[in-house]
C-alpha cells in the first residue's frame, strides 16, 4: 500500500523559511517521479516542482527562485524548502507520486498517489 505523508507546515512569518517533508512507503524508491502542489482557498491545485528517480528537479518558474526540491533516498523522503516565504504562499502542500523513472510536468492528473496535505500560513 502506497502512503504518502506530509509534515513540515505550520506557520511563518513574511520571509521567513520552512522545509516540507514527504515520507513515502509501500513503492519502490527511485521508480517514481515525486512532485509537490500546493492549494490555496478557492483556487486549484498548483504545481510546485519535480524531482524524477535520479534527482533532476523541476521547477514552476514562479517559484523556482525561491523553493527547492531534493531527496533522499535513504529515507525514503522528499522535501520542499521554502525561502523568503509571502503570504500568498498560503495554501495546503500536497506531494504526489506516479509510477515513472522520468517525470513528464506538473498535470495534476497524470499523479497516482496523494498525501494528505500539510497546511503552510505566512502572515505579514
Known amino acids: 500500500q502506497v502512503q504518502l505523508m506530509e509534515s513540515g507546515g505550520g506557520s511563518a512569518l513574511t520571509g521567513g523559511s520552512l522545509r516540507l517533508s514527504c515520507q513515502v512507503s509501500?513503492?519502490?524508491?527511485?521508480?517514481?517521479?515525486m512532485a509537490w502542489f500546493r492549494q490555496s482557498p478557492g483556487k486549484e491545485r498548483e504545481g510546485i516542482g519535480t524531482?524524477?528517480?535520479?534527482?533532476?528537479?523541476t521547477s514552476a518558474d514562479s517559484m523556482k527562485d525561491r523553493f527547492t526540491i531534493s531527496k533522499d533516498n535513504d529515507a525514503n523522503t522528499v522535501y520542499l524548502e521554502m525561502n523568503n516565504l509571502k503570504p500568498d504562499d498560503t495554501a495546503v502542500y500536497f506531494c504526489a507520486a506516479v509510477l515513472a523513472y522520468w517525470c513528464s510536468g506538473l498535470e495534476t492528473s497524470k499523479y497516482t498517489f496523494w498525501g494528505p496535505g500539510t497546511q503552510v500560513t505566512v502572515s505579514s
Open positions: 524531482i524524477d528517480s535520479v534527482g533532476y528537479t
Open positions: 509501500g513503492l519502490i524508491w527511485n521508480t517514481y517521479c
